[in-house]
C-alpha cells in the first residue's frame, strides 16, 4: 500500500492501480486463511478444491474474480461468520469490478485510469479492515 501510495501522489496512476488490486488481493487472502481456508505449502490459496469437491480451487482467482466467488464460497470456509463479519468492513471490494491483472501489459491510453481512485479506497478499507482483525488476534 505505501508503494501504491507513493506511485499514486507522482501520479503514476496505472502503476499505482496495479498495486492497489494487489492489497484487496493479498488482503482478502490473508483473510480466508485466517478463517479456516488451509494454505498451501508456499501460504497461498491451495490450487485444487478441498475433498470431496474436485477442479480449481474458486478462491485461487486474481481480483475481480476473488471478489465475485467470495459470496458464493462462503460454505467453503471453515469460519465463514467471521469472514463475514470482517468482509462487511469492506463495503467497496467490488469497485475492483474493471481491473485486470493484465493491465499490466495495456498501454495506459487503454487502461481504465478513472477507476483508480476507487481502487485506491476499496485498498484503504481493506487495509482497514486487516487493520481490525490483527487488533482483534484473528491475524
Known sequence: MTDAEALFTTGRLANAGQLYGFVAECGLKALLIACGIKPDAEGSIPG????????????REHVPLLM???P??????????????????????????DWLIDHRYWRDAALPITSVNQWRAAAREITTMLDQAKQDGVL
Open 48 to 59: 485444487k478444491r478441498p475433498a470431496p469437491n474436485k477442479g480449481k480451487h474458486p478462491l
Open 68 to 70: 465475485k466467488n467470495i
Open 72 to 97: 458464493e464460497e462462503f460454505q467453503i470456509i471453515p469460519d465463514g461468520a467471521q469472514a463475514t463479519r470482517y468482509l462487511a468492513l469492506v463495503p467497496n471490494r467490488n469497485d475492483f469490478h
